[in-house]
């Protein structure tokens, strides 16, 4: 896997634009957001969270779907239980993942953010293949915005106190934070 900086898309990950994603008003990347995602909720490998992140959910195929299908959301990654990553916006545009946020007092995280969705829930364990590739993932991507340092590494719900609850308690910080070039705690 290997980022290019011209154009923000990775090289050697799957790829799946979506359309719900603008332009980042200053070009900053600083954050890096984790999150957790399955659709519909719990199921695994469905294939409905790319299909949420088009705009192309069948609303039929389940009644959770009824609730969400006015929303407009993206992410720049996913990762898969079996560790593959696909992309969907381009790390140069704000994708919309983080919703009304805050970090270190600062509104607006998708300004300024990336965001990777983990295929999980709050209560299940992530797997090693998750955790393997979300560290070369972020490695790659510290390479290239040395302002995401370990500091600067959080949760939807540390952006999103009592509003969200993800990546969850299952996720393995510390597993996390010590394979990264820099180690740092959680804040």
């Not at 998708?110 to 393997?132: K, M, R, V």
Request: glycine share 8%; hydrophobic share 35%; charged share 20%.
């Amino acid at each position: 896997m290997q980022l290019d900086p011209a154009s923000g898309w990775c090289e050697g990950v799957h790829r799946c634009p979506s359309p719900n994603f603008n332009e980042r008003p200053d070009g900053e990347i600083s954050l890096l957001v984790i999150h957790n995602i399955s659709l519909p909720p719990g199921q695994f490998a469905t294939g409905k969270v790319q299909a949420f992140f088009q705009n192309r959910l069948d609303v039929t195929e389940h009644p959770y779907f009824e609730g969400i299908k006015a929303l407009r959301v993206s992410a720049h990654f996913l990762i898969e239980r079996d560790g593959q990553i696909t992309q969907f916006v381009s790390c140069l545009d704000r994708a919309w993942h983080a919703g009304i946020s805050s970090f270190e007092g600062r509104e607006a995280c998708n300004d300024f953010s990336l965001g990777i969705e983990l295929e999980g829930t709050d209560d299940q364990p992530f797997t090693d293949a998750q955790y393997q590739a979300l560290i070369a993932l972020t490695r790659q991507l510290q390479q290239h915005y040395p302002q995401i340092t370990p500091q600067r590494i959080c949760g939807h719900s540390d952006v999103a106190p009592g509003r969200k609850t993800d990546p969850g308690p299952c996720f393995d910080w510390a597993r996390f934070r010590r394979e990264l070039p820099h180690t740092g705690e959680k804040q």
